[in-house]
């Protein structure tokens, strides 16, 4: 199933042309935020789904542009992402696992402005991602189990602040610096997740053009990881790195999309700087 949030947090379902209201599936069930609302969908998915169905049955379909996406995950309880994590040219061989937190106050949604904080970064980054939505507790799983953890997929952007001092949280934290979605991918819409093209344009020069077969670590193996180091919970989501063949800088006005098969429709978002930067 292909889920989103939408107008005022609704929950809707993409059924590959259209929105539909799935709002009714929810209703006093005793949620208290959008997140709190998703993490009930996911940690409670084998009754939630079937209402969902219902909820949909002969609704009449919204276009998405005329909707305000969410993020899938407004505000998951943490947000991690791997540095790096692709085979390159450059770097052929196999690296260090390095992983990192980014502020899960920094989710933006699909059709959202990130906007480049006053900061002396010496350039900005949007790196494209693919993202895993945690669908059971995980804690120091072995990678043969580590799908039966994963409950689906959503399209990201990492953005990056390069050049301050503070390590990657602070350069990767900033408002608006973790766009998402706009779907969440159920796990059993995505035969292989490493098998995947991720294309990325600005200003529709295509930047990016690589598949996840390329990930250092495949998802089974760096769940493993993650979980070795900490947690994770229903509704977690982890990004699984990027290929940095491609990334250059991002600048006030630049137009951003984002195109990963098998996830539905583009992620878009718009970049502004008050300080009219440019590079």
Partial sequence: MRLLLFDDHRLGVWDGQQVLDASAAVADRGHHSPQEMMEMVIGDWTNAESRIRDAID?????????????????????????????????????????????????????????????????????????????????????????????????????????????????????????????????????????????RLWVNDEQRHDITTADMDRHIPELLAEVTNVLPLEPGDVVSTGTHHFGLEPVQEGDTIRLEIEQLGPALVVKCQDPSGRSW
């Fill in 58 to 198: 002969g609704a009449p379909g919204i276009a998405l542009d005329e909707v305000t996406c969410r993020p899938p995950l407004p505000r998951p309880g943490q947000l991690v992402c791997l540095a790096g994590n692709y085979l390159e040219p450059q770097k052929p061989e196999r690296g260090l696992f390095n992983a990192f937190l980014k502020s899960p106050n920094a989710a933006l949604g699909h059709g959202g402005t990130v906007v480049l904080p006053d900061a002396e970064a010496s350039v900005f980054h949007f790196e494209p991602e693919l993202a895993l939505v945690i669908g059971k507790r995980a804690s120091r799983i072995a990678a043969e189990d580590a799908m039966d953890h994963v409950f689906g997929y959503t399209q990201f952007i990492d953005v990056s602040a390069r050049g301050l001092p503070g390590g990657f949280f602070l350069g990767k934290s900033w408002h608006t610096f973790a766009p998402m979605g706009p779907l969440l991918v159920t796990r059993d819409e995505v035969p292989d997740a490493n098998d995947l093209g991720v």
